[in-house]
C-alpha cells in the first residue's frame, strides 16, 4: 500500500486573487449630496454600518439646511431597510415588487421641542463648526433585526435594478408627515448606505468531517476524511482542502469533485433554497482496492470567476465598486430569521465517484460537506481625532450616475415611500 507524498493541486483556469491587508477606512473622508434645489445637503461619515451581532452602529450625520430657502417647511430624516424581488418598473395591477422591512422618520428642522438633544459625535462637531448654524446634526438607529445589504447579480440583459436588501438615507422638506402629501425629488435626497458584518474576533475550530461508506459485495468499508486549513476566509483568500481515502472496499474511486458552494435561503417570501457553485476541481484520481491517496486541493472562490452567473448573491452595492461574494450571514440569537430575507452560507463538497456493480457505466456517489465562512476582515477606522476643518476631504454623490441600486426616482416625481409611519 503506497501512500503518496501530500501537494498542492492548483485550480486550472481561473483567475486567482492576489490578498492584500485588511482595509484602512480613509479618516477625514465626508459623503454628501444635496437636493437639485440645493436646499439640503446630507453628510455622512461611512456608508458602511457594522452589525457585530450584538448591536449595530448608529447612523450619525448632519444636514446642512438653507432655512431662508426652506421657510416654514420642516425637514426629516428616514431610514428605510427595503427588500426588492423584482424590477422597478414592471407595475401588475398597482402591485410593486419590493416590501418596506422597516422605516423610522425623524424631524431634524426645527428641533422638536421638549426633545432631549443626544451628545454629538467628533464628525458632528466637525461640520458643525466648519457650517455654524447651518448645520442641523441627526441621529438613526438601525434594528438589530433587520438583515445585512446584499444584491443579486444580474444577468445579461438586465437593467440596473437589482433584487436584494438595501438601505437608503433619505431627507426631504415637507409641511407635515401627512400620509398625502407628496415628497418631491427636487427637495429630496437620497443616500445609499449598507449594514455589513465582518469576521469575528475569537478563534473557531477546524472543519473536519469523516464518513464511511459499506458497499453491497464488499466485505471492508471505504474511509474518507476531509478537513479545511480554517473556518473563516475573507474574500479573495484560497480555501485549501484536505482529502484523504482509504480504500479498504473492492470498489475503485475513479474521480475527485471538490467545489465550494454558496447557499442562499430566502426565507421572506417563502422558503426557497438556492445553492451555486463558486469555485470547482475536478480531477481524474485512482483510488484502487487497498490503496490510499491523501492530497490538499486549492479552491477560489472569488466573483472574477463568477460574473456570469445569475442570481448569485453579492454583498450591496454601492457606486461603481466592484462588489464581493456575500459575506456569511450571523444571526443574532432569537432573531426572526423571516424579517431577514436572504440568508447566506458557503460549504466546501467532497464527493467521490466510484465505480459500481456494472463497472465504469454506474458510478456510485460519496460525498462530504464542510461548512465555512467567507467575510471581511475588520478595517481599522478612524474617529477623525486631531483633525482641522480644512483637512476634511468632501466626496460628492453624483446625481446623474449610478450612486445606488435603488436610485430610480425622476426628477420631479413623487417619491415611492410613503410618509406613515411603519414597522416590521
Known sequence: MQIPQIQTTPAPSVIIAKMNPPPTVPKNIVFNKSTRDKSIAVYLGKRDFIDHVTHTDPVDGVLVLDTGYIKNRKVFCRLLCSFRYGREDIDVCGLKFRRDLYLSTVQVYPSPSGEKQKPQTKLQELLARKFGDKAYPFHLQIPDCLPCSVTLQLGPNEIDKCCGVDFQIMAFCSKSLNIDEAIFKRCSVTMVIRKVQYAPDKPISQP????????????????????????????????EVSVEVINHSTKTVKKIKITADQVMSVVLYSHDKYSQTVAVQEVDEQVTPGSTLKKVYTLHPIIANNREKHGLALDGKIRHEDPNLASTTILKEGINRKVWGILVSYRVRVKLAVTGMLGDALFRGVAVDLPFLIMQPTPLTGEYQNVDDDDIQFEDFDHGGPMGVTEDLKEGAESPFSNSHASF
Open 208 to 239: 473536519v468531517v469523516k464518513t464511511t461508506r459499506q458497499f453491497l459485495m464488499s466485505d471492508k468499508p471505504l474511509h474518507l476524511e476531509a478537513s479545511l486549513n480554517k473556518e473563516i476566509f475573507y474574500h479573495g483568500q484560497p480555501i
